[in-house]
Structure formats: structure tokens, C-alpha cells
């Protein structure tokens, strides 16, 4: 998956504005009592295109491109909302359309994941919008014969200020698509905002309500199969023969045949049955004879991991940054400390387990699915069948979850190869079985953090070295030197450290792992938040005022954590040892302080509250950046409290929700929510309040008992 | 393979499935309805729950031959057809759904609940609602929803 570099930003090409035939994306009818949602586009029903994103009818009506994938994060509206503000419509009455991979209309970047959807369209879909603006002003100064200065728009109209003379945008349209855009049009100030900032109402949630909106395993496409495949239960197994007789006895079943897919290093074997509906699949799959060539079987657990990753926490690694004097790690004059954290492998387990429909066919490629890369699985299928890019298409609905999960194509592939091979559309559904054993894992890590402090709580050294699987050196020929510059995301809030490093001791081992929410800083925030707070009490300073200390220079930081402590009433708690406990984390360009509070009762411990503190500058939806972060919150809760992949003689144990148990509603403790409200650059909302939550329990826990807790999952009732 | 008709709200459907296809895949695959999911094949996580004259069922562990011609079976798309339920708009309101995959199943749920009992107390929500699960998090806005609708309907 692409991987999108914090900061980065992709400007979006402005089109010619001449009028142009639209490309026909996918169709599914649906409508709900409040509004309409077209994605098959044709000229005639969308009107005049503007640029890529903006199509207006003659009568007024505005409809408005959905670039990307809306896997529940809310850019299916939050994205055309960047276009409207500027565009000057009224939002509650333009129409969304979703499009699939389309690179000529949006350019390269149609992904999801690094939260950084808003982040690298803020400007360029703003320019887009406020651009057209300009062209329809233009168009009406003309038609008027004034000056374009006495003219603004508002709410789909362009006016002259002196007469009130008033045109709706579809009556200006068709000559506004004649002129030449303004490449870098004036924006609106975030005071001028209408609908940015506000919490404006979702679009897709209707459907949502409903069961009208349509997601990957939904579709169905004329003369298709469905496929199942029955895959080996560990990484390097082989399909040594199978019997698919009983197989094809059931009423249903049309075809039966080997799997190989190619992940990273390593070859995914299965055996696939094909059938007309997905049970008649399933019984298939049930009565399969397969003989497995388990010849190259590593017998691990996780125990045997964790075991590794302590052999080679020794091994020099690879230093990633160095700076100042690493002696004074061991400089006796100072308190000086080394603890080890440790953090197990993590399942996505999206509700909608993976699927897609592949359909190859005379060099041409159609996907439909859940993908949060259109862009990279096209590539990507464009490569492995050996066909042009432009001959693959991808269509994409709603998405039952993302959680970076999609942004990996093996599923795609599995279900081209088997389409190339049988020649007929291919759905292939995974069961939550598959989905479960098929996890590109959250790696596992262990973290031995060393530190140096004075008495007045200056950090005088720190090191920080980590042990794990580099995410993107998993092929063959990866040169595990390689090591990702962003590997230490999450831990690398700017505290004051006079000598630091960082290292990572690469680890190569037989568990496929990937992107999982928030990434590396799912496990950086646990060891670094963990270990400063070890560090203040080493000296005996209070967790947070020790952080502003360290924070000094930073107002923004220092902001945050004020708020914090005026919200939680911290210094009381900390020092009555009530059971508080804070993690400080910057990620995605966004900062993230959690709050929790703890208690203690008849012999059971219980999460009072969590108080999140969040500051990602401006917002376009405050009321879906609350929405992520109190999903975060619990699925982090899930992940500091639950969660941990076990793996026996190499294979996956979890496979289902009885083994791999999921929070419930009885299970979410009351969230407060504070954001920050500035005027500060957009930053990520969709993983930055995931991290903070481990290690803020384990701090809180450890302010109510006095007991570290250095290693994920924490059973509170082990305590 | 055996022929059936099943009521589903308030139609009636008449096809041919094998005996032991669960009731999810025969609205899913037979009959077109989409609306109630798969997530686990299991009863673990309550996408697919439908009702049965009333009452929260889990269509992924239901054979379509257990069921009979004479039980009233209700879909989300039976939900809120012609105006929307209390609890959809609630949902709407408190803009619940994030990716929305399990939101058919929390909602039947809900109804259900609210169906036997029109003013439940937290916990009572707590215990109806635990067989559905939420990835994306939206626990705290089901339970508001379900709240602001318990007062709404009580008001009256």
C-alpha cells in the first residue's frame, strides 16, 4: 500500500474546464428520505462538469465527486464539503456521487489510510471549488456587462451587490464551462467558513439506517461466481493433492481448483470451490479432501516470538537517529533506568470480512470492493495479469471498515487469479475464519527503553531501541538495512532530550503483518508514554507538569495538556493516588492527550472515565473527528485490555469472535472529548487517539496500585 | 432441493434452497434483500439478526428449514419503509453509523428491545445490546439514540 509520508501534500490537476463526457462508474440505486445518492454518472443526468469534481444541471442542481473511499471515516462527504465551501452552495442540497479509480479526474492520490485524506486535500479541493466560483462570477459580470468585483456568490446564486440581480448557477454553467480557471483563486478565511467547522449532517448515514447502502460483499454482477477457498492453515504450507469429488456433488458447486497466491515472500496455497451462491460454496468447501504438505513448518508461538525478539534485543541494530553524547546513558551521577515493553500481534477484524469481485475478460480487468488503494490495486492487478493500467477498473461502494486492512491487495489478487483462471466473474468472500486466519498482523514489538535523568527532571539521555517486523521489507530481496524513517511514528513527541536514539533491530519471521490503525505508533505511544512517566517518578515529579517541563518550547503541546489537567482535575488525583493515569501522543499531525481514571472496587478494577484532549487544527466536521475519536478509544480499548493473536505449531488460534473477543456496549466507559479550536493547519483525525490509550492505563493503573505494567494485553482481572 | 415461502415483511417469498442454507443467505443470495449482513457465521456478532414475529434472531445460525410459512419475518427493509422508525431517526440525529456494516443488525436489535419493552433502563439496554458488535465504535451514539428514543416515546 502506499504509504503517505506525513506533510505531504498532492495537488490535484486543474482540468481544462471545457465540458466533457463523463466516465461510467458504478451503479446502485438509492435514495432515502433526505437525499439522493447517484454514483452512474451520465452527462445528461449530472449536467455540465465543471472540473473534475463539480457537475451542475441547467435548473441549479449541484452535484459533487466523492474522490476517495468512505470506509467510515465520513470523506464521502467531508472531501466534496472542501469543494462546497468554497463553491458557495447550499450543502444540505447538492447530491454526492462516489467514482472509483478515475486518475484523469482526480490524479494520483485516491487513497485512504495515514489520515491523511482532509490533510492533502484541504488546499487543492478548496482551489477546486473556489475556482469555480470565479468562472461562474465571471460568467455572470459577463452576461450583466459589470464588473466582476460587484458580484459574490452565495448559496448557489452569483449576485450583483447594487441591483440584486440574482443568477442560480445552472442558468451560468454552460458558458462558466467555456472559461479558463483561475489556478490560484482567493480562499475564504476560516472565519468566513459556513459549513467547514460545523456539524453538518452525513449524507451516507440515511442509507446507513436503512440498509440501503450497498458494500462490497452487496454486489452482484451478471453471470458471476462466488468462491470460497479453503487456505492452508499456516504460512508455507503446500497443497500436497486434494479429492473434490463429494465437492461436486453438491447442488450448486461448478468447479473446484488449486490456489496460489503470492504474499510477500511466501506462497498462500488454498483450494477454491466455486458455486452459485455463497452457502452452496460453504458446503463445498466443507467436504474438500485436502492433503497438506506441512514439510516447512516452524512451530511457533507467540511465546517463541517473544523469546526471539529478547535474543535479539541485543544485536547492534540499526541506529536511526543519534545525536549528542550516549555515554551519559550510563553516567552514574544520574538516575538512570532501562525497562522493557512489549506489545502482541493484532487482528484488523473489519464487521465486513474481506471480499471482492474480479472479472477478467480480453485484456481488461473490473474490480468491485472494499479497496482503500484504487489507485494501487489497479496497478497492482495491471501488473499481475500483464495488462495495460487504463484496462483496469475499480469500483468501489461503501466499506464495512477499513483499519488499513484493505489498503493490502492479497484478497484482490486471490480472486483475479482464480477469475484469469476460470474465465467468469469471480466474488470471492472470505469467511470471518479466513479473514481471522489471513491477517496481515499489527506487528508485534518489544521496546528496551533506557533513560537518564537529573534530579530537577531534566532527561538527560534517552534510548530507545525496537525490535520488530519492518512492515515494508517482507519480500525476499528486502534489505532488512532498509529500516522505515517513520518507523518510530508516535513516539516522537518533541520532548526535550539533550542525548537521544533510536534503533531498530529488524526482525524477519514467518507472520505476514500490515497496516493496522495508527501503525507504528500503536506500539511506540505504549513504550514511550510508559516510559516517562517512569522516568518523572524515578525523580518524584508529577507525570504531566514533568511533560510540560520537557514540553517547554512547544505551546501547543503545553496547551494540550493543560486542558487536560483542568478537565480531569488532575494534580488532586495524581496525588491522592485516585487512579490517574495520562499518554501525550503527536501523530498524523495531530496532538492527542487521553485522560483515564481508574478505580478499584470489591476486587475489581473498572475504567471510571477517559478525557481526550485533541487538537488537529481546523476541522471540517467536529462532530465526526468526536465520532473517530471515541471509536478509537475503543478499539484501542480492545487492544490494551483484550486483544492478542496466540499462534500454535504456526497457526493462527483465532479465527472467530468467540476466540478473539470484541468490546461490547456494556463495555465503554463515559468519554469526555475537548478539541482545541484554532486556526492551526489541518491534521490527521482518523488513528491520533488510538495510540494514547494503552499506555494512559497502564499509567493510571499504576498510579492506584503502585504496579508497572509493561506488556499488552492487560488483564484486569489478573491484577 | 425443497421449495419454501416465508412472510418477510409482510410479502410473501417463495423459492427453492437447500434445507440447511441459513435464513441470512437466503435474503442475502434467493431473495435480494441485502440489508442484513454477514460478519461471522456464528451468532458472535449480531449482523444478521432479523426478527421472527417480533424478536431478535441471529439469520446466520437459522436453517430456512426450521422456520415455517406461518412466522412473520421482519428485515431492516422492513424497518421504517414508509416513515422512519423513532429509532432510525435517532440514529440519524445522533449520526451513529461510521462505516455502517453492522448498523442493520444494531438497529433490529434495538427494535426488538424497544418492541418488548418501551422504557428500558440502562442496563436492560446494555444486556439487549450485547450481542452486537461495533468495530468502528459507535457504542456510546447507539446507546444515546436508543435513550433520546425511549424519552421521545414515553413522552407522548
Known amino acids: 500500500m502506499e504509504k503517505i509520508k506525513i506533510g505531504r501534500r498532492e495537488f490535484v490537476k486543474l482540468s481544462s474546464m471545457a465540458g466533457s463526457l463523463l466516465a461510467l462508474g458504478f451503479y446502485y440505486p438509492a435514495s432515502s428520505k433526505t437525499t439522493t445518492i447517484i454514483s452512474k454518472n451520465q452527462a445528461d443526468e449530472l449536467g455540465i462538469e465543471l472540473n473534475g469534481y463539480i457537475f451542475i444541471e441547467k435548473t441549479g442542481q449541484v452535484s459533487i465527486a466523492s474522490p476517495r473511499v468512505e470506509i467510515g471515516q465520513g470523506v464521502f462527504q467531508s472531501l466534496p464539503m472542501l469543494v462546497a465551501e468554497e463553491l458557495e452552495v447550499d450543502i444540505s442540497k447538492i447530491k454526492i456521487i462516489q467514482f472509483g479509480?478515475?486518475?484523469?479526474?482526480?490524479?494520483?492520490?485516491?487513497?485512504?489510510?495515514?489520515?491523511?485524506?482532509?490533510?492533502?486535500?484541504?488546499?487543492?479541493?478548496?482551489?477546486?471549488?473556489?475556482?469555480?466560483?470565479?468562472?461562474?462570477?465571471?460568467?455572470?459580470?459577463?452576461?450583466?456587462?459589470?464588473?466582476?468585483?460587484?458580484?459574490?456568490?452565495?448559496?448557489?446564486?452569483?449576485?450583483?451587490?447594487?441591483?440584486?440581480?440574482?443568477?442560480?448557477?445552472?442558468?451560468?454553467?454552460?458558458?462558466?464551462?467555456?472559461?479558463?480557471?483561475?489556478?490560484?483563486?482567493?480562499?475564504?478565511?476560516?472565519?468566513?467558513?459556513?459549513?467547514?467547522?460545523k456539524p453538518i449532517l452525513r449524507q451516507d448515514i440515511p442509507l446507513k439506517v436503512t440498509g440501503q447502502a450497498q458494500f462490497g460483499i452487496d454486489l452482484k454482477v451478471e453471470g458471476m461466481l462466488y468462491a470460497t477457498v479453503e487456505h492452508c492453515p499456516i504460512i508455507n504450507g503446500k497443497v500436497k493433492n486434494f479429492n473434490a469429488q463429494k465437492s461436486l456433488a453438491i447442488p450448486g458447486v461448478r468447479k473446484v481448483l488449486a490456489t496460489k497466491t503470492k504474499v510477500y515472500r511466501y506462497m498462500r496455497e488454498g483450494v477454491a470451490v466455486l458455486a452459485d451462491t455463497f452457502w452452496a460454496a460453504q458446503q463445498g468447501r466443507k467436504v474438500l479432501e485436502i492433503e497438506w504438505d506441512f514439510t516447512d513448518r516452524e512451530n511457533f508461538t507467540e511465546d517463541?516470538?517473544?523469546?526471539?525478539?529478547?535474543?535479539?534485543?541485543?544485536?547492534?541494530?540499526?541506529?536511526?537517529?543519534?545525536?549528542?553524547?550516549?555515554?551519559?546513558?550510563?553516567?552514574?551521577?544520574?538516575?538512570?533506568?532501562?525497562?522493557?515493553?512489549?506489545?502482541?500481534?493484532?487482528?484488523?477484524?473489519?464487521?465486513?470480512?474481506?471480499?471482492?469481485?474480479?472479472?477478467?475478460?480480453?485484456?481488461?480487468?473490473?474490480?468491485?470492493?472494499?479497496?482503500?488503494?484504487?489507485?494501487?490495486?489497479?496497478?497492482?492487478?495491471?501488473?499481475?495479469?500483464?495488462?495495460?493500467k487504463e484496462n483496469v477498473t475499480v469500483n468501489v461502494p461503501f466499506t464495512g471498515g477499513g483499519l488499513g486492512r484493505r489498503g493490502h491487495e492479497d484478497f484482490a489478487h486471490e480472486a483475479a487469479l482464480i477469475a484469469k483462471e476460470v474465465g467468469v466473474p469471480i466474488k470471492l468472500v472470505w469467511t470471518r475464519e479466513d479473514d481471522m486466519l489471513l491477517s496481515m498482523f499489527r506487528p508485534a514489538t518489544l521496546n528496551v527503553m533506557r533513560g537518564a535523568i537529573d534530579a530537577q527532571g531534566n532527561l538527560i539521555a534517552l534510548q530507545n531501541k525496537m525490535i520488530i517486523q519492518d512492515l515494508d521489507l517482507q519480500e525476499a530481496d528486502a534489505n532488512q538495512a532498509d529500516v522505515a524513517d517513520w518507523i518510530f511514528d508516535g513516539a516522537e513527541q518533541p520532548y526535550k532530550i539533550s542525548n537521544l536514539n533510536r534503533t531498530v533491530v529488524p526482525m524477519l519471521l514467518p507472520v505476514p503483518v500490515g497496516y493496522w490503525r495508527s501503525v507504528y505508533a500503536s506500539t511506540n505511544s505504549f513504550s514511550m508514554e510508559c516510559f516517562i512517566d517512569e522516568l518523572a517518578d524515578v525523580v518524584g515529579k508529577?507525570?504531566?507538569?514533568?511533560?510540560?517541563?520537557?514540553?517547554?518550547?512547544?505551546?501547543?503541546?503545553?496547551?494540550?495538556?493543560?486542558?487536560?489537567?483542568?478537565?480531569?482535575?488532575?494534580?488532586?488525583?495524581?496525588a491522592a493516588r485516585k487512579g490517574i493515569g495520562l499518554a501525550l501522543v503527536n501523530s498524523f499531525g495531530t496532538i492527542c492527550c487521553h485522560v483515564i481514571k481508574v478505580s478499584k472496587s470489591k476486587g475489581v478494577f473498572k475504567i471510571n472515565k477517559i478525557i481526550s484532549v485533541f487538537d488537529c487544527g481546523l476541522m471540517v466536521n467536529p462532530d465526526t473527528v468526536k465520532a473517530q475519536i471515541e471509536g478509537n478509544i475503543i478499539m484501542g480499548l480492545g487492544a490494551a485490555l483484550t486483544h492478542q493473536i496466540h499462534f500454535k505449531n504456526g497457526e493462527v488460534v483465532e479465527k472467530n469472535f468467540d476466540t478473539y473477543k470484541m468490546p461490547r456496549l456494556a463495555d465503554v466507559p463515559p468519554i469526555e472529548i475537548h478539541l482545541i479550536k484554532n486556526e492551526e493547519e489541518p491534521g490527521g483525525v482518523g488513528e491520533p487517539s488510538l495510540p494514547p490509550v494503552a499506555p494512559a492505563l497502564a499509567n493510571a493503573l499504576f498510579n492506584l496500585t503502585g504496579k508497572r505494567l509493561r506488556k499488552l494485553p492487560i488483564d484486569l482481572n489478573q491484577l | 432441493m425443497p421449495n419454501y415461502i416465508l412472510s418477510i415483511n409482510n410479502k410473501d417469498y417463495s423459492f427453492t434452497a437447500d434445507a440447511s442454507t441459513p435464513l441470512l443467505w437466503v435474503l442475502r443470495d434467493h431473495l435480494g434483500l441485502n440489508g442484513t449482513k454477514y460478519g461471522c457465521g456464528k451468532g458472535l456478532c449480531g449482523a444478521c439478526t432479523v426478527h421472527l414475529n417480533g424478536k431478535a434472531v441471529r439469520s446466520c445460525s437459522l436453517p430456512v428449514s426450521a422456520i415455517g410459512s406461518a412466522t412473520k419475518i421482519t428485515t431492516i427493509e422492513g424497518i421504517g419503509a414508509s416513515k422512519l422508525h423513532p429509532l432510525q431517526e435517532a440514529w440519524i440525529k445522533e449520526q451513529v453509523p461510521q462505516c455502517g456494516y453492522c448498523q442493520s443488525g444494531q438497529i433490529m436489535s434495538a427494535v426488538a428491545l424497544l418492541n418488548r419493552d418501551s422504557s428500558p433502563n440502562e442496563r436492560a439496554i446494555e444486556i439487549a445490546m450485547a450481542g452486537n458488535i461495533c468495530r468502528c465504535g459507535t457504542y456510546p451514539r447507539i446507546k444515546r439514540a436508543i435513550q433520546a428514543t425511549i424519552s421521545q416515546i414515553n413522552k407522548k
Open chain 1, 101 to 197: 479509480r478515475d486518475e484523469k479526474r482526480f490524479g494520483r492520490l485516491q487513497n485512504v489510510g495515514g489520515s491523511n485524506s482532509i490533510r492533502s486535500s484541504w488546499l487543492p479541493l478548496r482551489k477546486l471549488g473556489a475556482s469555480a466560483r470565479e468562472v461562474l462570477i465571471e460568467a455572470a459580470a459577463s452576461r450583466w456587462k459589470v464588473i466582476k468585483s460587484e458580484c459574490h456568490a452565495e448559496q448557489g446564486e452569483i449576485i450583483h451587490r447594487s441591483t440584486g440581480r440574482k443568477f442560480h448557477y445552472g442558468e451560468l454553467v454552460e458558458e462558466a464551462s467555456e472559461l479558463s480557471a483561475p489556478t490560484d483563486p482567493v480562499l475564504k478565511k476560516p472565519s468566513e467558513f459556513k459549513i467547514l467547522g
Open chain 1, 304 to 388: 517463541s516470538i517473544s523469546q526471539k525478539f529478547k535474543e535479539a534485543s541485543v544485536k547492534e541494530g540499526k541506529s536511526l537517529i543519534t545525536s549528542g553524547n550516549l555515554a551519559e546513558l550510563e553516567n552514574n551521577k544520574y538516575h538512570l533506568l532501562r525497562s522493557e515493553y512489549e506489545c502482541p500481534y493484532q487482528a484488523h477484524a473489519t464487521m465486513e470480512p474481506m471480499n471482492c469481485i474480479v472479472s477478467v475478460k480480453d485484456n481488461k480487468c473490473e474490480f468491485w470492493g472494499g479497496t482503500q488503494g484504487p489507485g494501487y490495486f489497479q496497478r497492482f492487478l495491471a501488473e499481475t495479469l500483464g495488462i495495460p
Open chain 1, 542 to 574: 508529577d507525570p504531566l507538569d514533568f511533560r510540560k517541563q520537557l514540553l517547554i518550547d512547544q505551546p501547543r503541546f503545553i496547551k494540550v495538556l493543560e486542558v487536560a489537567a483542568e478537565k480531569s482535575d488532575w494534580k488532586r488525583n495524581w
